[in-house]
């Protein structure tokens, strides 16, 4: 049988060759700070050095306390409790500290963010003497606006190599990154690099590539061991990285960045609200001449008409319309039913000629956007549709620039492009409107944020009058949807080869397609996307043809037998 062996646990950190003073007396003192725990949770004791004139000791609780940096080595440590046993009992003692060298600053910081990890001490929760509720006083602007459920189920799951690997086999954008960063070794070279939710630790490895003095890389999730051990296993690299875990909102680092890294993109840019996150490391830590990959984010929008997915959507709720399902009228419920699935924004690959009108987009500048504005977002839309059709819904995707001094990178996930794991999104509206060639629709995006770490869609499209006389008519329809951005249905399918619809001939859209589809954003500049090979569409024409009557033989060979 194996044996049980007990493990040690490591001597609690201890730090030496501090001299502090406790408020309000002047004087300062040499002193030594020792982490520890009992009972009553993890502490951190000030007890006086063996040359000093004085004898003290100072026992504050990390949960009931906070560290402020005052100067490149002076910090104070602010105790809300009642604990200290230096002189009376007091329910706020603020202790100054004066640390030897500006390393020992940034490694007392990590030692109380680590030891700080554990909410399970006893005291928590508890009432504070002065009345205030328990430590929630004290939590960063990451907590404070996000549910603790949603960010528990927000580090796991990115805590996990499994979901770390999918984003790794997504060629086009860890290639993209890898390009940006190679590509520009002159912004990176003996510059210092702050990788902002590191993960794995493969941009701050690109960076390292790229010459950087020294990367900090900060990540939140228990992903942090596995990128340090991935960081010690690329020595002539990993001397350069130094992995810290903890929130962007809450760790200290020893210096400014030069440079600022991260994959801060959720589905159509924005979801899970890590934009603001980045948006936060740069006010925090980002340099006045500094610059951040990637740079700025658009939106790009256009009305799309897909009817196979309309009424897959729609036929989920024929469940619904069962009169006797064992016994039980269903009906009743089918309105709310047909509504909830057309809540679900569609994420998937879209062949682009579904698209009815030249796209929009909207561009947020990470360089310059405050964080309040990514709570709310609100988009105008404007479109001209180029055919007459029924529209079905908003199509959505997102590109990022890394704007380096040597080359301008694009990370595209449009449709008819190489497919990313972001994909495209749809919003379907629950009633299509009809429109005309020429026919101008206009309509709102509007996104607001919720404590999930996602945002509510409210989309509205509306078909103006058109033709002689437009500029006096007024609206002919509107359609209206909610949506949730965090409760996507992943549909995920490959672009899908549709037949040509009645009024619209193969060859002309081919031709049109050929031409190239114009994307017209809010300045004004025009974006031509890449074409697709006529021959290309013509093949899958043929082939799905070919199907088509390989099954219907089928059909028959099995109705024979």
Known sequence: MAQNHSLVPPEPPVFSELSIVVVPSNKWVPAVARFGRDASGRFIEFKSSADSTESFDIKTYIHHSQLFRMGPTLSMWVANDNSSTYGAESICRAITIQFPTEAAVFSFGLTVQEWNTDTS????GEKLANGSSDPSWRLNKFDKKIEASSAKMYFHYYGQLLHQQNML???????????AVIENRIDFHGRIVVDVGAGSGILSLFAAQAGAKHVYAVEASEMVDYARRLVAGNPSLGQHITVIKGKIEEVELPEKADILISEPMGTLLLNERM?????????????????????????????????????????????????????????????????CYFSQPVVDAFDPRLLVAPPISHTIDFTKVKEEELYEIDIPLNFTASVGTRVHGLACWFDVLFNGSAVQRWLTTAPGAPTTHWYQLRCVLSQPIYVMAGQVITGRLHMVAHSAQSYTMNLTMSAKMWGAGADQGGILQTSSTKLDLKEPYYRMSQPQVYAWSQDQSAQQLVQQQANGLPSQQGDGTILVQQPIQASVILQQQQHQQQSSQNFQQQSLFLQSQ
Do not use: C
């Open 169 to 179: 086999q997504d060629y086009v954008r860890t290639g993209s990154y890898y390009a």
């Open 275 to 339: 934009l603001e996150t980045y948006v936060i490391a740069r006010d925090r830590f980002l340099s006045p001449t500094g610059k951040m990959f990637p740079t700025i984010g658009r939106i790009h929008m256009a009305p799309f008409s897909d009817e196979y997915l309309y009424v897959e959507i729609a036929n989920k709720a024929l469940f619904w319309q069962q009169q006797n399902y064992y016994g039980v009228d269903l009906t009743p419920l089918h309105g709310s039913a047909f509504q």
């Open 121 to 124: 001490v006893a005291g928590a």
